[in-house]
């Protein structure tokens, strides 16, 4: 009688080892979670944000290579980051901005151009930053959602960044090929900035999400950072929305 011998598992190694991550909205949400996901996987991060403080702190936390700090829909701003950058880098993650919400007879111009900014002229900014320094195969990846997909008294606006994103980035994968560009649109995600729109409605939403959603939870920063750090290193993702990956089922019931 033989005994089997049986092989230890083999150590899996960190998925974006030696690569460079910059994650432009890095000082907390998504962000900080995507960049604390990537140097799991081995990266160098590089963060920028607008509050210095809070973005000295996440750097610090994370073991940072580098970060800046400014606001992202500046484009002098934004194009001298980039020009700074050391070369190449390997992957870009946008979470900067945040969705406006509201009627259009009660938002001045300011408010709705800001909206207008903070996504779809920040993507192509960043597009047009990014191509000369992400080498090819990596990946351009950005944040938007999915909660102007129906009709609402005040979702005129958001409505409006929520269908032109998915168009937007398709083209760009086209554009800037060999360099992946993605879009992951999440729908309600458990973090600071959601907290802040929702104030004292949140324990509410929190509670009607673990009540309703087929995963009986609230989808946090982490799931999305797991989504990230795949669409970065799975190399034949280009082009592509990733809603329903990472909304816990929400599209699949109403609310």
Do not use: C, W
Request: charged share 20%; proline share 6%.
């Amino acid at each position: 009688m033989t005994t089997a011998t049986v092989a230890p598992p083999t150590e899996r190694e960190p998925e974006l080892l030696r690569q460079t991550v910059v994650v432009i909205g890095g000082s907390a949400g998504i962000g900080r979670e995507v960049a604390r996901r990537a140097r799991a996987e081995g990266a160098d991060v590089i963060l920028t944000g607008r509050d210095p403080e809070r973005l000295q702190h996440a750097a610090s936390e994370l073991g940072a290579l580098s970060s800046a700090a400014f606001d992202a829909t500046d484009p002098a701003s934004l194009e001298r980051f980039f020009q700074e950058l050391p070369k190449p880098i390997d992957h870009v993650m946008v979470t900067a901005g945040q969705p406006q919400y509201g009627r259009l007879a009660d938002m001045d111009y300011a408010q709705t151009r800001q909206a207008l900014d903070e996504h779809l002229m920040l993507t192509l900014e960043v597009a047009r930053n990014a191509a000369g320094k992400v080498r090819p195969g990596g990946a351009l990846l950005f944040m938007g959602g999915t909660g102007g997909r129906r009709p609402g008294l005040d979702l005129t606006v958001a409505s409006t960044v929520t269908v032109a994103m998915p168009a937007l980035i398709a083209n760009l994968a086209l554009e800037l090929a060999p360099i992946r560009v993605n879009l992951i649109a999440a729908g309600f995600v458990d973090t600071p900035l959601s907290a802040s729109i929702l104030s004292d409605q949140l324990d509410k939403r929190r509670s009607q999400l673990r009540a309703t959603l087929p995963i009986r939870r609230v989808v946090g920063p982490a799931d999305v950072a797991a989504l990230a750090a795949h669409v970065m290193t799975n190399t034949a993702l280009t082009g592509a929305t990733y809603d329903v990956d990472v909304d816990g089922g929400q599209q699949l019931v109403s609310g």
